[in-house]
């Protein structure tokens, strides 16, 4: 999930994954950025750090786009981690999916499996880029899109890190979205950010989508997601919650808890959606000691 309004968000590899339109180029003195050909698309990427131990870093819906200001503003996902995270133990990787920020065009849709197809471009991505095995770290709904990769892709994901995730869609979920799905209610300062990128008709229409597109799950048994496929994730995981989320209660991280053998859950009293962001030295320790212990 990925709701700005309220404080936030947003297989087989082979001959699928092709390496043309590589265009890396240096950004700053310590990342590199460019494109890479996956599956069909040109998907956008920064790169930072030189450590042994490979990290995605999965976005959420709206701000994923401003991955590339590096600013460790509230205007970015994953600022503080692209910037903080310790460059000698870690390589660390950001992206736009498809249909977002820099990966376009294609326009970004919602079909039913767009989960699915994020999670298999974000592992085909890594492999395309030289990374045999990586940890994920997964906020809103790139969370949802950390847990299929980790569940369809046991041999190469090593660790992961959600927050801000869900399995399914629940009642109480499916009337907060429609509470926000006309994007002319909301304050013009939530919406500059998006239409300063796509323009206010598209970011309206795909904001529409996406609505659309999440509470469709909700027509599923039990609202699945990904309900399913959580028992088949093997690699350690930590599920992280900020008990003053407004959009994620906290039935949705102790299902995770329940269902994911071995996962652990680290609660953070004053933490909202964007915990990593607020809480950035705090979310970061705890997240280079999970991934090294």
Known sequence: MAL??????????????????????????????????????????????????????IPGLWFLNHIYFLSGSTKTDFGPQLKSLNKERFTVVGWDPRGYGKSRPPDRDFPPDFFERDAKDAVDLMKTLGFGNFSLLGWSDGGITALIAAATNPEVIKKMVVWGSNAFVSDEDLQLYNMVRDVSRWSARMRQPMEEVYGAQVFAQTWEAWVDGIAQFAKRPGGSICREQLPLISCPTLIVHG????????????????????????????????????????????VEDFLEG
């Open 243 to 286: 008990e003053k989320d407004p959009m994620v209660p906290r039935f949705h991280p102790q299902y995770l808890l329940k269902h994911i053998k071995g996962s652990r859950l680290h609660s953070m009293p004053e933490g909202k959606h964007n915990l990593h962001l607020r809480y950035a030295d705090e979310f970061n320790k705890l």
């Open 4 to 57: 700005v309004l309220l404080g936030r968000r947003v297989f087989k590899s082979g001959s699928v994954v092709q390496r043309t339109m590589t265009a890396t180029q240096p950004y700053c003195s310590w990342v590199t950025s460019g494109r890479q050909r996956v599956n069909g698309v040109d998907l956008y990427y920064e790169q930072t750090g030189k450590g042994e131990h490979a990290v995605l870093l």
